[in-house]
């Protein structure tokens, strides 16, 4: 039988708690909670089954393209040491056929992925800063910046955001930077739309009044505040945003309105549309690029629903 000392304190769950924060430290504390939180994710991610299927299509997509200059070359690109003849039909040594210069379209494909992807990523990125930066600054300051900025976003909602990109496109230079500004700036109002919303109903809680009265001031609600509310928001936002800034580009590209030295998916629907491939039913030169961009968008799409509904599961998307 065990006595207990008087003199030895009591150990509460409390006095424990308090004797980890003075240990550890409360950054050690906050790094704990986001590892905890990223399990969390994962693991209410694992469970759709949608979701695990376009992120491991994205994975072998992200792969292809990293690996690119190791399995097919820079050299692919070249029209001068082309290694097979014009539109050839799939075979043993090119299983995807030729495009109209004899090179391998497999190649092409595969060297085309870093292209486009890049592009999807970077308009995308460009995108929702945009919408997040407005959505945030309207709906905290409010007032007459709140007006005119919202009455700009409705502007750009109602105008095709198409031929906004097809416009910025044409009279700037020909050029992947170009594609890219011209998607971003042309995407972003549904993002400032609701992140707005988002910052409207964070600003109505009782803590961010509470900080205000502690002296906190726009830069310290809008970053500590509010920008950690939407986050969630902004990242699914920003999956969904990529499968469309994808398609985007393989449309400016088929319009001719891509940079012509750099390959793409959609520069090779492009180039199969010169070549006349629909007409002489040439599909090899159609179907892989064409496969490719859906796939990827699908991809994405999928991530995105998935992300969605595990940071609000109030959604109910379907697993």
Request: glycine share 10%; hydrophobic share 50%.
């Amino acid at each position: 039988m065990t006595t207990t000392d008087p003199d030895e304190p009591m150990t509460t769950p409390e006095a424990v708690s308090k004797a980890q924060v003075a240990k550890a430290g409360p950054r050690a504390l906050a790094r704990q909670r986001r590892r905890r939180s990223a399990a969390r994710f994962w693991h209410r991610y694992g469970t759709h089954r949608a979701g695990l299927f376009g992120l491991a299509a994205l994975g072998l997509f992200a792969l292809i393209a990293l690996t690119a200059p190791l399995t097919v070359g820079s050299g692919v690109q070249s029209v001068t040491d082309a290694p097979g003849r014009p539109m050839e039909s799939p075979s043993a040594e090119f299983p995807l056929g030729t495009d109209q210069f004899g090179r391998s379209l497999l190649g092409l494909v595969v060297w085309g992925s870093r292209v486009s992807l890049l592009v999807g990523l970077l308009a995308a990125v460009l995108s929702v800063a945009i919408g997040a930066l407005i959505g945030i600054t309207a709906g905290h300051f409010r007032g007459w910046y709140a007006t005119v900025m919202m009455r700009i976003t409705d502007w750009f909602l109602v105008m095709p955001t198409l031929v906004l990109a097809i416009a910025l496109a044409t009279v700037m230079s020909r050029s992947l930077g170009t594609i890219i500004l011209a998607i971003g700036v042309t995407t972003w109002p549904t993002t400032a739309r609701l992140v707005r919303a988002q910052t409207l109903a964070v600003e109505s809680r009782p803590y961010i009044e509470r900080a205000k009265a502690l002296g906190g001031g726009h830069w310290h609600v809008m970053s500590r505040h509010v920008l950690p509310n939407v986050m969630p928001l902004v990242l699914a936002q920003t999956t969904l945003i990529i499968s469309s800034a994808i398609l985007a580009e393989a449309t400016l590209a088929f319009l001719g309105l891509g940079d012509p030295t750099v390959v793409s998916w959609g520069g090779l629907l492009q180039d199969a549309r010169e070549a006349g491939a629909v007409s002489a039913g040439k599909w090899w030169y159609l179907v892989p690029p064409g496969i490719a961009i859906a796939v990827v968008a699908l991809a994405f799409t999928l991530c995105g629903r998935a992300v969605e509904s595990v940071l609000n599961p109030r959604l109910g998307v379907a697993r």
